[in-house]
């Protein structure tokens, strides 16, 4: 069964803790991307990676890293850098072709709350 | 920054009644799609349109693409209870970073049984 898979759905932390999120796929997709949606809002592009140990900056990156170790893994780490950390995060992945932006698919989500 | 701006930030109708959607963009794109979002899920990808096209269907759905205006719009024909969804249009480009896209605001579609 292919897809994205985000752990977990719901999470909970306090002030001044790290924490960190899970995103794997099995689709053998090169890219992978972590957005941020505020409620009511639409996404914001956190960090993404079109290659193992590579990865960018999107546009609100400031109080996040990332690691791309693995093909199938993109795993988001949420610091205590970051001000306003509760949001919902979703992660996606799409295959890479030549001169074109194709398609995501994207996870269910991780809602965190930090309180 | 958000590339797309979507009108009408809602929008609701009765079942069997057509749903038309409007995407504005900055600058210059490879491709533009629409993504659906029900509540609390993950988006699902409906629709591209490449930057050389004028318009495309899938079932219920048009899209158009006016790249002299930077203007897209999503039609959805013939609507029911199932359609109601967020929508958010998506600016593909490539920069020397690499792909990505840039998500719109969303309209929030009702559609009334």
């Known amino acids: 069964d292919g897809g994205i898979t985000q752990s977990p759905k719901y999470l909970f932390r306090k002030e001044g803790q790290n924490v960190t999120l899970s995103c794997e796929q099995n689709?053998?997709?090169?890219?992978m991307y972590w957005y941020r949606q505020d409620p009511g809002q639409g996404l914001r592009l956190i960090y993404y990676s079109q290659i193992v140990n590579d990865f960018q900056k999107g546009d609100i990156a400031e109080g996040y890293s990332v690691s791309r170790e693995k093909k199938e893994s993109f795993p988001l780490t949420v610091t205590s850098a970051q001000k306003n950390p509760t949001a919902f995060y979703l992660c996606?992945?799409?295959?890479?072709?030549?001169?074109?932006?194709?398609?995501?698919?994207f996870g269910p989500g991780t809602r965190l709350t930090v309180t | 920054s958000q590339q797309g701006e979507e009108d009408p930030q809602a929008l609701s109708i009765q079942e069997g009644e057509n749903a038309t959607m409007n995407c504005s963009y900055k600058?210059?794109?490879?491709?533009l799609q629409w993504y659906r979002q029900n509540s609390g899920r993950g988006l699902v990808h409906l629709i591209l349109?490449?930057?050389?096209?004028r318009e495309k269907h899938s079932g219920r759905l048009r899209v158009t693409l006016d790249t002299s205006k930077k203007s897209s719009s999503l039609l959805i024909t013939a609507s029911r209870a199932a359609d109601t969804a967020s929508y958010f249009c998506a600016t593909g480009r490539r920069e020397t970073s690499g792909s990505r896209l840039t998500f719109g605001e969303g309209t929030q579609l009702t559609v009334n049984p």
């Open positions: 600058t210059s794109i490879n491709n």
């Open positions: 349109i490449r930057s050389n096209e």
């Open positions: 689709l053998n997709h090169d890219a």
């Open positions: 996606a992945s799409s295959s890479l072709r030549t001169g074109y932006t194709h398609e995501q698919y």
